[in-house]
């Protein structure tokens, strides 16, 4: 029955700490974007329709002097 009188105020003291430790992660704005890393995790970034992949691309192909296969007309 001793260790009750030990366990209570300790559990009490953790769970004022676990509150206070919520209160700065919401605060800080850690929850403020849920979806977002979960979509962000999907998105592939060499995909050749993103626009600033296109840019590269098409630097790319002027800095090159050899036409590609796509370009080519198969007559």
């Known amino acids: 029955m ?6 209570i ?3 009490i003291f953790f769970g004022l700490i676990m509150v ?8 800080k704005g850690q929850y403020e974007d849920l979806d977002g890393d979960a979509n962000r ?3 592939d970034d060499d995909d050749p ?4 992949n296109q840019k590269k ?6 800095q090159r002097n050899w ?3 796509d370009e080519n007309d198969f007559k």
């Open 2 to 7: 001793d260790v009750i009188y030990t366990l």
């Open 9 to 11: 105020p300790g559990m």
């Open 20 to 27: 206070g430790v919520l209160i700065w992660a919401v605060k």
């Open 41 to 43: 995790i999907l998105m």
């Open 49 to 52: 329709l993103l626009p600033e």
């Open 57 to 62: 691309q098409t630097k790319n192909k002027e």
């Open 67 to 69: 036409p590609d296969a």
